[in-house]
Nanobody, 126 residues
Framework: QVQLLESGGGLVQAGESLRLTCTVS????????MGWFRQAPGKEREGVSC????????YYADSVKGRFTISKDNAKNTLYLQMNSLKPEDTATYYC???????????????????WGQGTQVTVSS
């Protein structure tokens, strides 16, 4: 049974930091590409950051570049998203996602990922 479990969300003030964690089971974690996506109320789900199977190649949305860092620990079956200098517009439910097919992860398209977590809420107050 595949499970992706996000944690680390919360309520913070603008300028503060959070680290999201996604623990994965039921997949060969070292072989999957991973991504973080977010969805705000009334908006479509959007790609935040993606990482290839090895962790050596990463992609970021322009809105988070320089503030967020994605990383993948294949020994711990865990994906991270370090979020610094948070802004109110970062407020959303954040989801981690996985897929064995990584040729298109640069586009950070939600439909390219077959496995999803349940999400964790991030709220940034001004």
């Amino acid at each position: 049974q595949v499970q992706l479990l996000e944690s680390g969300g919360g309520l913070v003030q603008a300028g503060e930091s959070l680290r999201l964690t996604c623990t994965v089971s039921g997949l060969t974690f070292a072989n999957v590409a991973m991504g973080w996506f977010r969805q705000a109320p009334g908006k479509e789900r959007e790609g935040v950051s993606c990482i290839n199977w090895s962790g050596r190649t990463t992609y970021y949305a322009d809105s988070v570049k320089g503030r967020f860092t994605i990383s993948k620990d294949n020994a711990k079956n865990t994906l991270y998203l370090q979020m610094n200098s948070l802004k109110p517009e970062d407020t959303a439910t954040y989801y981690c996602a996985a897929d064995y097919f990584e040729a298109t992860i640069a586009t950070m398209t939600p439909s390219d990922f077959g496995y999803w977590g349940q999400g964790t809420q991030v709220t940034v107050s001004s």
